[in-house]
């Protein structure tokens, strides 16, 4: 076993992600090698006088940088193709910032809550392999009721229904709403996936003309009245990608425009549960005219593909079930029990907490390298919206990213109607790490500082 201590006190940042750099830094000088046994996580958190918490979260890390292997029992070594991993994790991979997704947990107390839950469920893992009806088993659905009372809604179990993701129920929805041919009205700057979800089906989606607050009334009003629309499509917390939460007396004349018109509103709340003191929903408003859609994936991970509908009514949720039997016939019952345990024994809120700390603090890297007022944020959101400035456009600002391995989005992905904005949205989460979220922030800052015609030859 290898009697080696850190030199951490000279690194900057979280101790436990100064455990990880200076594995990093002590691979590419040589002190570590391929093969060697790193010191109990125990012992070496006694060595250094800092908590296990601190030493775990940092062979963790640095398992994520591909530098170690970690296996209970055996221990943690240094892996074999660590030498030729550079000392600065920086360059070991792109920066990905073109995927809105929440931050992924480190915190080795959590992760193994989180793996308990699997470990709870495969117990009586044979049931949860068998086809079930479309919707849910009463379990999920006193689950899902009990996380969506969360967001002051209460709906009967007969209105709610379990769907494989979002994607899917926004598939089924507008499918009963709209034929081929046929509108649909969404935000100005909206959400790439209805786009595409509008494209695949035939229907004709509509750009309704927004403000700070989101949609217009006024603009609403009209659009309603100039294209018949089938269907209101609006992400009306933390919207993706302006980070925009309507207010709530926007929402409720954005409801009463509805009722009036008889357009049923399907209110795609993927960050609802993100906004800790947000407006009630929609569907919490007018909930006879509301189709409301809870995701999992941004508020507890987006590989669990599951959501949470509430349907307008009874009738309604019949005719979605059928729908949705000829999309996927079922979701996953072993990811909902899963996600149903993590829901009953505090686990899911404990994530939720986490990703709002967490997501609260890269919102703060971000806002040192910008100044207010020449981006759009939350204080919560995942992404910001980056209008450009000297010149730059879209196009040559998200190449010259591109080319220096920082993924973005430009505005085309997100624009409905008229002309993109010069603006690209920056997203903040996923596995990226905060060194990597401020390397990346700090490249976009210094660009933005110059003229675009200084790179225009680079193409």
């Not at 079930?321 to 404990?350: C, H, K, N």
Request: glycine share 10%; net charge neutral.
């Amino acid at each position: 076993m290898k009697d080696w201590v850190p030199r951490i006190e000279r690194i900057d940042g979280p101790r436990y992600r100064a455990i990880a750099d200076a594995i990093a830094a002590d691979i590419a000088a040589g002190v570590l090698v391929p093969g060697d046994q790193l010191p109990p996580q125990r012992r070496l958190a006694a060595t250094l006088g800092v908590d296990f918490t601190t030493v775990a979260r940092g062979y963790v890390e640095a398992g994520k940088r591909g530098l170690i292997d970690s296996t209970v029992g055996r221990g943690s070594f240094v892996r074999r193709s660590a030498a030729r991993t550079p000392a600065d994790p920086q360059r070991q991979r792109a920066v990905d910032f073109s995927m809105n997704m929440p931050p992924e947990p480190e915190d080795p107390d959590l992760v193994a809550r989180m793996q308990e839950g699997f470990a709870s469920v495969a117990r009586d893992l044979l049931p949860l392999l068998r086809y079930q009806g479309f919707g849910g088993s009463p379990q999920d659905k006193d689950a899902a009721s009990a996380w969506l009372g969360r967001r002051a809604l209460v709906p009967a179990q007969e209105r709610i229904f379990i769907s494989p993701g979002a994607h899917p129920a926004l598939v089924g929805i507008f499918s009963l709403l709209a034929k081929a041919g046929e509108t649909v009205l969404a935000e100005q700057i909206t959400y790439p996936g209805v786009r595409a979800i509008a494209a695949q089906l035939g229907l004709a989606l509509v750009g309704i003309e927004m403000d700070q607050d989101g949609v217009l009334p006024e603009a609403l009003e009209e659009a309603v009245r100039r294209h018949a629309p089938k269907a209101i499509y609006l992400n009306p917390t933390l919207q993706n990608p302006m980070t925009i939460t309507t207010s709530e007396r926007r929402r409720a004349a954005i409801c009463a425009i509805a009722r009036r018109t008889g357009v049923p509103i399907v209110e795609d709340d993927a960050y609802g549960f993100i906004a800790s003191h947000g407006p009630p929903p929609l569907a919490a408003i007018a909930p006879d005219i509301c189709w409301h859609i809870a995701g999992l994936a941004k508020c507890i991970g987006a590989g669990l593909r599951l959501a949470y509908v509430v349907a307008p009514d009874a009738r309604a949720g019949w005719s979605f079930t059928g729908a949705m039997r000829a999309i996927s016939v079922m979701a996953s019952p072993l990811t909902a029990a899963v996600v149903t345990r993590w829901i009953d024994d505090g686990t899911a809120d404990t994530i939720l907490r986490f990703i709002r700390a967490e997501a609260a603090a890269r919102q703060k890297i971000a806002a040192r390298h910008f100044e207010p007022g020449t981006y759009l944020s939350d204080p919560l959101s995942f992404n910001i919206w980056l209008p450009l400035t000297n010149g730059w456009n879209r196009s040559a600002f998200a190449s010259h990213a591109r080319a220096t391995g920082v993924g973005i989005v430009p505005s085309d992905a997100f624009t409905v109607s008229g002309a993109p904005p010069e603006a690209v949205r920056v997203g903040l989460g996923g596995p990226i790490g905060r060194a990597q979220l401020e390397r990346g922030l700090e490249f976009m800052a210094h660009a933005l500082d110059g003229p675009a015609q200084i790179t225009a030859g680079l193409y």
